[in-house]
């Protein structure tokens, strides 16, 4: 039986401002591995050279959840509900996919990142660092936080006092600083502590 590995992690769990991104990557076996890691391990240049390329030649899908449902569910849950939006949007692609690049499967298992599963339409199993271990995860690693950081670089245009594009909603001193002095901006998780 030849069972294809789905890697899932999400990008965005700590951060004060913004959406939490998921990723969900099935690999070719010819592709180019040797670019892949955790992507908080690459340079923002090698993170995007390795999306294109992931983009080009895997499956993938990428779910995307918002601050005002993230205050609403929680971080967890909407993480794993990412999760879920990205694996659904990838089994989508999954047959065209498959037969485009000759890919034969029985079935599908998913990997995720961490220790709680999402609710994925096939067994999962979850590892935490799984995102520094296996290529699918480190693909889907890659995707999320490439979405993230480019969907906060467009916030950026739209909140530049928050400096968005620089710290990505992550709570450093400045973004901290400056949601003391004039408030929390339009795209703040405001259940999260300051």
């Not at 949007?89 to 000759?102: E, G, Q, T």
């Amino acid at each position: 039986m030849n069972i294809l590995i789905c890697g899932l992690d999400e990008a965005g769990r700590g951060p004060l401002a913004g959406p939490v991104t998921a990723g969900a990557v099935i690999l070719p076996p010819d592709f180019p591995f040797e670019i892949l890691n955790d992507s908080k391990k690459l340079s923002q240049k090698k993170r995007e050279t390795a999306e294109k390329i992931i983009k080009e030649r895997a499956c993938w899908g990428i779910g995307i959840i918002d601050h005002i449902t993230i205050d609403r569910i929680n971080i967890l849950q909407a993480s794993l509900l990412a999760m879920k939006l990205a694996y659904e949007m990838m089994a989508i692609k999954l047959p065209d996919w498959a037969a485009v690049h000759s890919v034969a499967y029985d079935g599908i298992e998913a990997l995720a990142d961490g220790t709680f599963r999402p609710a994925v339409s096939c067994s999962c199993r979850c590892e935490p660092k799984a995102d520094g271990i296996y290529p699918p995860v480190m693909a889907a690693s890659i995707i999320a936080k490439t979405c993230r950081d480019a969907i906060m670089v467009e916030l950026d245009k739209k909140y530049p006092q928050y400096g968005y594009a620089k710290h990505k909603g992550y709570p450093t001193a400045a973004h901290v600083k400056i949601c003391r002095e004039i408030g929390p901006s339009p795209i703040q998780r405001l259940t999260f502590n300051y």
